[in-house]
């Protein structure tokens, strides 16, 4: 058995690049039956950024609605909201005093989150510190992430083996980053690459009518109709490729390079295959949402379980410490 980590900040409803890029992978992988997958809502680390209660509320409703919607299955794994089991924080505070101060000075993400941000607050500074005992306090084995956070990884890493050589060998297992070379960077509607920071996403559970105003606002160049037109270069063929089965990309790349065929009609394409192909994920979304009780029945059954491991974990690390 493997055991299998992630977490998705609650910073607002995952949109179809945080879909096709990270849940759909991690809950296919939950799928294999020699994996044991903790996946929750890394609704602490949001603090960082957000200080809007009401906000962090809703965004962890709508992640953790979103992975009930695409199926992911909490009886066999581990759901939960990272806030919801405190024992996180204590070990936190354990692995901070394990953690060289330049290590964190060093971290990319905290380099460039300084420059960027006005609020440079100290949990931006020990923000790896958190995801390390996230990762640490369950043992996990394997971590699913995207390459920015490859060096998070390999902190925690670090921290762990050092916690090992000074406090106990093997109290701690050493986990590893599992980045997906295949898993596709999903462009957004301006041609970036999709995220919550540019506003270029497309948010899958609107209504139709507002999901269409958004699609219809993909950005494409002036090639007029009847001109033969680029698909390397084009951001609506690059998301109707990404959603459409491969003899349809194929007739797509024909009418693209024939001519005639216009951007208005493959924008209605992509479209379509939202509606459709995320029609069931759609309806389950939207009841969660307005059930919340339903969400958090889901997630309470997974918070008892992973306080429970994290009890036992922090019982041993305490003992080790001298408390
Ligand atoms: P955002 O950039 O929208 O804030 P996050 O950094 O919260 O997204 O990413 C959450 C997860 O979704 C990460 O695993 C990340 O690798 C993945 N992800 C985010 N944007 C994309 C994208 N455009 N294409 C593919 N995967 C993405
Ligand atoms: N930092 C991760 C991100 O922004 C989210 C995260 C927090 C995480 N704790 C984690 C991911 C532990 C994997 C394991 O994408």
Known sequence: M????????????????????????????????????????????????????????????????????????????????????AQVTELTWYLNCFTPFPMLANAHSFKDKSERLSDVNSGLFTYPVLMAADILLYDANKVPVGKDQIQHLEITADIAKSFNHKIGESIFTIPEALVDTKVMIVPGIDGQKMSKSYNNFINIFLPEKELKKVVMSILTDSTPLESPKNTDTCNAFKIYALLAEKNDVEIMRNNYLKGGYGYGAIKSEILGLILKKFERERTTFNHLMQNPHLIEKELAIGEAKAQKIANEKLMVIREKLGY
């Open 2 to 85: 493997q055991r299998i980590l992630t977490g998705i900040q609650s910073t607002n409803i995952p949109h179809l690049g945080n879909i096709l890029g990270a849940i759909m992978p991690a809950i296919e992988l939950s799928k294999n039956s020699h994996n044991e997958c903790f996946y929750f809502i890394a609704d602490l680390h949001t603090l960082t950024s957000i200080k809007d209660a009401k906000f962090i509320r809703e965004s962890t409703n709508a992640v953790a609605a979103t992975w009930l919607a695409f199926g992911f299955n909490t009886g066999k794994n581990v759901f939960y909201r990272q806030s919801r089991v």
